[in-house]
């Protein structure tokens, strides 16, 4: 694979730029963009493969535009905001976004988070093709194809949600921690994890559980983490 490519929205053209240079120097090509509108004609216009998305933006904010880019494609969304409470990070995660950074960020970190996304994003249907169709009751993952089936029926998965699902998977039966989740998902060291992982994990069982509250498949034990129910 050539360079993968990065679309960077933020209102402030001077983030934009700086963000375009770090980008840059770890060989990343770059879209930019200044109003969520501007994002969504750049995504129909070339592949992307990962938006790094501000929320405060004239025309469409960046929650607005993360649900409008989940209705047709489930590339990583990191999202970038001066709103640093956890409720804030919280809506962004449940409105489809799968990481977060606050303003100001460390360079380093958010570049770091970058690599984690596109690398999960890029390489885990070749990584899983060697594993087979992995199945528990009507839950059927086809990691060669990237598909999750229930009961037959494709579910749209992000790459996030497909990695955790992945895992667990792959492992059925076997219970994981928070901690455990995000340092294997995430490949980097657990920040967040416990306002990240539970986020996504509530809304991969909205897609795969007839009552997300008593789930079937994705269970949690109390006080240790979560396991994929083998059935």
């Known amino acids: 694979m050539g360079k993968l490519t990065v679309l ?70 990191i999202i970038l905001s001066a709103k640093s409470e956890d409720t804030d990070k919280i809506t962004g995660l449940n409105f489809g976004a799968d ?11 958010l ?5 984690s996304q596109t690398r999960r994003y890029t390489s885990l249907g070749s990584l899983a093709s060697k594993n087979g169709i992995l199945k528990t009751g009507s839950l059927e993952l086809d990691p060669e194809a990237r598909e999750l089936r229930v009961d037959g029926e494709p579910v ?34 657990s920040y967040t994890a416990e306002n990240t992982v539970p986020v996504h994990i509530r809304r991969i069982r909205e897609k795969i559980e007839i009552n997300p509250r008593e789930p079937k498949y994705l269970k949690v034990v109390w006080g240790v983490g979560y396991k994929m129910e083998k059935l």
């Not at 950074?101 to 360079?107: A, H, I, Q, R």
């Not at 076997?174 to 995430?186: A, C, G, K, L, T």
């Open 99 to 109: 990481d977060y950074v606050t303003k100001p960020f460390n360079p380093l970190e």
């Open 8 to 77: 960077v929205c933020d209102d402030d053209s001077a983030i934009v730029d700086a963000l375009e240079i770090y980008l840059k120097q770890e060989n990343y090509e770059v879209v930019k963009a200044y109003t969520g509108v501007q994002a969504l004609k750049a995504l129909s216009e070339r592949e992307i493969h990962l938006v790094l998305l501000d929320i405060m933006m004239p025309e469409l904010d960046g929650l607005a535009t993360t649900i409008k880019i989940r209705e047709e494609m489930n590339i990583p969304i």
């Open 111 to 115: 570049m770091a988070r970058v690599k």
């Open 156 to 189: 749209k998965l992000t790459a996030t949600e497909y990695g955790i699902v992945l895992f667990l998977m792959q492992n059925m039966g076997r219970v994981f921690s928070i901690d455990q989740i995000y340092e294997h998902v995430w490949n980097e060291p």
